[in-house]
């Protein structure tokens, strides 16, 4: 690959990794809004650029190559190629796919949805073979492109943790951990492969990664948006490079259990924006971090000796198949924080929500106009999957409608407050604001009807198709990471 290229593609992979952080805070504090916001378009716009380059990269294999016929077998002879296209491709179908999927099926668990984990995966693809094919690139700002290209590998795997470092969960807090440990030690395993001896390291690229989380916490703070924790990679990377001579398999389950121990400083340090994870889990994190070491390990075939390329990517399959199919037949999970598909808007009003330091929440709404066929039903607050409901009154006060209510029985963190209330015709109407503790908001905020689910058998299918594209290329990257780290790929 073109050194040019690569850079190209790796700054792009960096602005979108600054836009898929923006595009959280933005649906925390604004909600689902439309397709076309600012950090959609950013996000989506740098995955384009960084496609574009690689359809340059692919053009230019197929030029050398004389073109025609020849050309296009040449293309197609470069895994490195295609697996970056693919994933390219494959995350940018991820968003007409997903904003069908909450059309189609309502509220979804927003970042462990399968269209989302698709479009996760598909970058991953993407940074894996941008940094594949720069493996024997030289010149000037090679390593630079492979840095860029390897912290596109290491930001992609911590992205399922978005939610997590953003203090909104949507699942229990006792997956944080594991989950930030199996995203680094995946990264551990594919920089191992990819990058080349006596280059740029792993340690560089968590480095760069970690500057691009701080500047992301930066550029959110510019523009006035929640913020975001920076994750501490650069430890797990750090203990690593320390066991640089031990067996990789070795290093892997002593980075995913070290991992979760590395985490928890450093989030108690950032607790005003990060996921609290109490100390009492810690235990069952490091178990779970080593465990996920140990899967990965046996993902990438460094559990027999000397895996053949072929051979790890059946077992990947198989684990990565599995993995899937877990995925695709549990129960539908519903968004217990962000509302991804508001739907249709009703009506307008000024939303209040006052926090104390007790746990309770009061919420006001003032809409105008009556409360004519507008009936309460309650209060609520969600996070991470819990709820806590309370009263919720209508009144006509003042030439316009009042909503008052209270939900008692919030823990730390932040929560998402509903007031929710029925039409005439019985369709239930909502609105809501996050809100920290100690904390009050007030926004104008719309009352809208959120759309219904579908038939959980259409769901299911669409899931298992989905995550099965995940699992292709979870098991892609894994044979490409594997054969390019041997003696005739190098």
Request: glycine content about 12%.
């Amino acid at each position: 690959m073109p050194v040019s290229i690569g850079l190209l593609a790796g700054v792009a992979s960096a602005v979108a990794l600054f836009a898929t952080y923006w595009d959280d805070s933005w649906h925390t504090d604004k909600g689902r809004d439309e397709f076309a916001i600012a950090p959609h378009l950013l996000l989506y716009g740098g995955v384009l650029v960084a496609s574009l380059a690689v359809a340059g990269w692919g053009l230019l294999a197929w030029r050398r190559a004389g073109g025609g016929a020849a050309g296009v077998r040449a293309v197609l002879a470069q895994p490195a190629l295609l697996l970056a296209g693919i994933g390219g491709t494959t995350t940018l179908l991820s968003g007409p796919v997903d904003a069908a999927w909450h059309e189609a099926f309502g509220r979804d668990a927003v970042l462990w949805s399968p269209p989302h984990l698709t479009a996760v995966l598909g970058t991953l693809a993407l940074s894996v073979g941008l940094l594949a094919g720069l493996r024997t690139a030289a010149g000037p700002g090679a390593g630079t492109a492979r840095l860029l290209a390897a912290a596109g590998v290491i930001g992609t795997l911590q992205v399922p943790v978005l939610e997590y470092d953003s203090d909104v969960p949507q699942f229990g807090v006792v997956w944080f951990l594991p989950v930030a440990a199996l995203g680094a030690c995946a990264a551990v395993a594919l920089l191992h492969d990819l990058l080349p001896p006596g280059r740029a390291t792993a340690l560089q690229a968590a480095a760069l990664y970690t500057g691009l989380r701080a500047a992301t916490v930066g550029g959110l703070a510019l523009l006035g948006f929640s913020l975001t924790a920076v994750p501490p990679v650069l430890g797990v990377f750090a203990l690593d490079a320390a066991l640089r001579r031990r067996p990789l398999a070795l290093r892997l389950v002593a980075a995913g259990a070290a991992a979760p121990l590395i985490w928890w400083p450093f989030l108690r340090a950032q607790d005003a924006v990060a996921t609290a994870v109490p100390a009492s889990l810690l235990p069952a994190a490091v178990a779970l971090g080593a465990a996920a070491g140990a899967l990965v390990a046996v993902a990438h075939g460094d559990l027999r000796p000397s895996p053949s390329p072929r051979a790890a990517g059946r077992v990947a399959a198989v684990v990565a198949v599995v993995a899937a199919a877990v995925l695709a037949a549990g129960p539908p999970q519903p968004a217990w924080a962000h509302d991804p598909g508001q739907g249709e808007q009703v009506r307008d009003g000024v939303l209040t929500v006052d926090r104390d330091g007790d746990g309770t929440a009061r919420l006001t709404m003032e809409l105008p106009g009556s409360c004519d066929g507008l009936t309460s039903r309650g209060a609520a607050a969600r996070r991470a999957g819990q709820v806590r409901t309370g009263p919720l009154a209508a009144t006509d006060s003042g030439g316009g409608c009042r909503l008052a209510g209270t939900v008692a029985g919030l823990g730390p963190g932040r929560w998402f407050v509903y007031a929710q209330a029925a039409d005439s015709a019985g369709r239930p109407l909502e609105a809501w604001l996050p809100a920290a503790a100690a904390e009050a908001v007030t926004e104008t905020r719309p009352l809208y009807a959120p759309p219904q689910r579908s038939s959980t058998g259409t769901r299911d299918a669409a899931s298992a198709a989905l995550l099965g594209v995940a699992a292709a290329l979870v098991v892609a990257c894994l044979r490409l990471a594997r054969r390019s780290s041997t003696p005739a790929a190098a």
